[in-house]
């Protein structure tokens, strides 16, 4: 009896130790990793201090410690998350606030050089897009068709090598292989662009195609005559071009300045007067952005993630913001050209993918509907009723989805159509609510 009431004595003993030398380890590492950083070893301090952190991730002195020896740290990809993590977290405390001005120490030495630019404007959805510099020169293939000018060739060369010439570490070869990375493309004139006298439709339009995180291709598409039946001039055709490569290369937005060739036009119709009048140029702005597109680390490249070289490279958030912030100013930006140009559907669809952003799917469909009362295009239906149904399958309306799809479906039954139709079929099944569908752009 004795013997096992001293058992029980010595295993609550040992159960006091245990725990009290659980609860000492977090101060332990951290005076550990204040001593290692006091003797300028840095890395060693580190490593103690994000031990101490993952025990005790509440402790403000173990926070702020951690923080100061990542800033003495190379700013790999990972030190730069954990960073922007912090400065992110809400809190107002050392740490937070030591951590915001490092993030802000990196992003001003990054932006010293770069020049006015409109980087917030690149994102795909979320999403940070461009090529692997290393996988340069990109291959591009034209397919012209045997009817049009010659001009049309040369003319589509010669912007692919504007951009070269502006920017000099982009390289293009131009192939006749089956296999390119850009692809440039021309559809025939349709028959319903106009409507009472007014012209209004999509000049070219460049989509990239994106397997997982991986991106396949872009393809540039454009019709063979303007309005009119008409062979584009050789101004038109260039201008056009020399804009749609912009977005090729991972601008998937526009400019809101009418000096930028990525300037997104507010005409409510389509006119050439002032293609005609002049050669368009890249701007200043315009070169300053995908400068800087090319020193920070997309989501989505040529190649997968783990070949993909980040050295030396700035984690995108710390330029552009989180989540929230980027879909914000998106917000923003749509109601400014809205403002300005009220009649144009773009406005609204970009006011929509925003919101959808922000989770805010009843206001994604309001813009979505206000853009299909403007809109006189096919492809621009198709774009609003497949994001309406996409927005409606993420409020669970299944009904209003499949709906909505379906008039999408009539105008390109394609595998993106597939995909959803067969995410609301799962829905109906599971009778739950449906995973998120991203709004596409």
Known sequence: MKKQILNKIILVVVLIITISIIFAIPSILCKSGISNLKKNEVVKAYKALKKA????????????????????????????????????????????KLAIYQIETWRNNLLTNIGKNYIEQTPYDKNLLRWDVNTFPLKVKIDIPEDVPSYYQTEIEKAFMEWT??????????????????YVEFNPLPDDICEAGSCQYVVAYTLPKISGNQLKSMTITMYDKDANGNYFSDKELYNTILHEIGHALGIMGHSYSSDDLMYMSTQPEVT????????????????????????????????????????????APIVLGNATQISSRKIKEAE?????????????????????????YLKSIEAL????????????????????AAAHMNLNNLDEAEKYLNLARQINDNSEITELQTNINHARAAKKKPFKIPIAE
């Open 369 to 388: 509907r206000e853009a299909l009362e403007r809109t006189q295009t096919d492809s621009d239906r198709y774009l609003i009723y497949y994001n309406i």
């Open 53 to 96: 952190y993952t025990l005790k991730p509440n402790n403000k002195e173990i926070r702020y410690y951690y923080v100061k020896s990542m800033t003495l740290l190379k700013p790999t990809e990972k030190i730069q998350k954990e960073m922007f993590k912090f400065s992110d977290d809400g809190k107002d405390d050392a740490a937070t």
């Open 272 to 315: 050439y007067t002032r293609y005609r009048s002049a050669f368009h140029f890249i701007s200043q702005d315009d070169i300053n952005t995908i400068n800087l597109l090319y020193k920070m680390i997309p989501n989505i490249t040529n190649v997968p993630m783990s070949k993909f070289d980040k050295e030396g490279l700035i984690y």
């Open 336 to 360: 400014n050209y809205i403002s300005s140009a009220p009649d144009i559907p773009n406005g609204y669809i970009d006011l929509a993918v925003a919101y959808a952003d922000q989770g805010k």
């Open 165 to 182: 010439a502006r920017a000099n570490f982009l390289t293009f070869t131009f192939t006749d292989e089956k296999k390119a990375d850009i």
